[in-house]
Nanobody, 125 residues
Framework: VQLQASGGGLVQAGGSLRLSCAAS????????MAWFRQAPGKEREFVAY????????HYADSVKDRFRISRDNAKNTVYLQMNSLKPEDTAVYYC???????????????????WGQGTLVTVSS
């Protein structure tokens, strides 16, 4: 499956952005999806996960209650709604996919074999 992330940009602290990740090439509904991010000088880290059905989600503690992951299987797209953004949210955001494991969540990069190119989010203070 090919993944194309978009929606990044520059936003002030406290603002919102919605990232999108469009999938193509294989049946999107058979894939669990996730967002990861990598800040300058830091390792890539987990942000959010959603199961193939959309029925199970999981978030990193640092974004819980501020970010929301969702998907539209009819549009082959997964979204990340980011609210109350902070300067420490500044990073390149990557979407990732894996063939579904049912409703079993994961936050491990190694569990995902398909990656998008990343979209940059910059939050100014």
């Amino acid at each position: 499956v090919q993944l194309q992330a978009s929606g990044g940009g520059l936003v002030q602290a406290g603002g919102s952005l919605r990232l999108s990740c469009a999938a193509s090439g294989r049946p999107f509904s058979r894939f669990d999806m996730a967002w990861f991010r990598q800040a300058p000088g830091k390792e890539r880290e987990f942000v959010a996960y959603i199961s193939q059905s959309g029925g199970t989600t999981h978030y990193a503690d640092s974004v819980k209650d501020r970010f929301r992951i969702s998907r539209d299987n009819a549009k082959n797209t997964v979204y990340l709604q980011m609210n109350s953004l902070k300067p420490e949210d500044t990073a390149v955001y990557y979407c990732a996919a894996r063939p579904s494991w049912g409703e079993r969540t994961t936050d491990k990069m190694g569990d995902f074999g398909f990656w998008g190119q990343g979209t940059l989010v910059t939050v100014s203070s």
